[in-house]
């Protein structure tokens, strides 16, 4: 089994009980794709380099405006999760200062690559028909964007190299429970509604540095690393799994219904950042969905897809690249379609459906060229 991250493992290394790896990884990046994409057409909930056909107050707009905040907010938690699991191997086989070199490596460099090139790139062909700037005007103003998520896991990598360098493992530890889910689930929610008085899930400064998820990546990191720590191989009962799912199911359904109060009235930043029954209620559900969510999304691909293909394989190997290159590849799909005579929420699903293997497709061809492997 690879101890590498949850974006950078590689085929060649997953034996076939962590091939699911590979499938859990695609669609949740495809579903980011996805996301992105919506907030290019029907929905401002974040804003997306290229918007000239974006059409917000449709009745498209509003219904897809729910499940894209939530996706948002929970769908790359499996991922931190299998980032934690997966470092354990890593850092035993490397040491904690092979560990961290590798880290810095692989995802430091793309940092600068997006801060510097990706996201700047992909403003000024997105807004070309908008505004009058040159490349260096929208480097002024960069961005991590996209890759907050690969700055909150160099942190986290960070400090478990620092810990077990000061701390180092002897033998297998107790495989966490119940009572670390619920604690988990705790930390989640109580430290999260603290750090969203200064920074909540919606905020965009610091560089978009989404400070107001990074609790939750922490917390799931360390969930990881302890799973993995226990030997732990990412499979549940099936009667366990079933309660996670329902109970993922029942905190997903509550956190729509208090967000789509708070959004009718136009307080989504505010039900976050205020202290009160509603914010209290809200960081609860966050915390109850943002563990249990995962937990069951890594034992259900599991059990369902535990091997696959060649075509997701490749997909596998080159969706990190994926990851980092796609708000300069989606861009370029979407100004591909700019002349295709339709409306902006039909417009959406069409460039989804085409932009989402446009993009694992440069993914893994880039992945291909010299040098490249041991980055992307």
């Not at 080159?318 to 290159?325: H, N």
């Amino acid at each position: 089994m690879s101890g590498q991250s949850a974006l950078t493992t590689t085929p060649a290394t997953l034996d076939a009980r962590a091939q699911w790896v590979d499938t859990l990884r695609v669609a949740l990046i495809a579903g980011v794709i996805v996301v992105h994409t919506a907030t290019g057409y029907v929905t401002d909930i974040v804003g997306w380099y290229y918007d000239d056909e974006l059409e917000p107050s449709t009745l498209a707009a509003i219904a897809f405006a729910l499940p894209i905040l939530l996706g948002a907010i929970f769908g790359l938690g499996p991922l931190f999760l299998v980032a934690g699991w997966f470092s354990v191997g890593s850092l035993d086989r490397h040491a904690p200062t092979g560990f961290l070199a590798s880290r810095l490596v692989r995802l430091g460099i793309p940092l600068l690559l997006t801060v510097l090139l990706i996201t700047p790139l992909a403003d000024l062909v997105g807004n070309l028909w908008q505004e009058d700037r040159s490349f260096l005007d929208y480097l002024a103003m960069t961005e991590l964007s996209v890759m907050w998520f690969v700055a909150a896991l160099l942190a986290c990598s960070i400090g478990y190299a620092v810990l077990r360098a000061i701390r180092p493992r002897t033998g297998t530890r107790a495989r966490p429970g119940r009572r670390a889910a619920v604690s988990a689930g705790v930390v989640i929610g109580s430290v999260s509604l603290v750090v969203w008085q200064f920074s909540t899930l919606v905020d965009n400064h610091l560089m978009n540095l989404r400070l107001g998820a990074w609790t939750q990546a922490a917390v799931l990191f360390a969930l990881g690393v302890m799973a993995a720590e226990s030997g732990w191989d990412g499979s549940l009962t099936r009667d366990a799994e079933r309660r996670l799912g329902r109970l993922a199911g029942a905190g997903l359904l509550a956190v729509s219904v208090v967000l789509a109060v708070a959004g009718a009235q136009d307080r989504i930043e505010e039900l976050m950042r205020d202290v009160n029954a509603a914010s209290v209620t809200f960081a609860a559900l966050y915390g109850l969905v943002s563990v249990a969510f995962p937990l069951w999304c890594l034992a259900w691909v599991r059990r369902r897809w535990p091997t696959h293909g060649e075509i997701l394989a490749k997909a596998g190997r080159g969706s990190y690249a994926t990851y980092v290159l796609h708000p300069l590849v989606l861009v370029g799909v979407m100004l591909t379609f700019r002349a295709v005579p339709l409306d902006a929420a039909w417009k959406f699903p069409l460039v989804a459906a085409a932009a989402v293997p446009v993009c694992f497709a440069v993914g893994y061809g880039v992945t291909r060229l010299p040098g490249v492997r041991r980055v992307l």
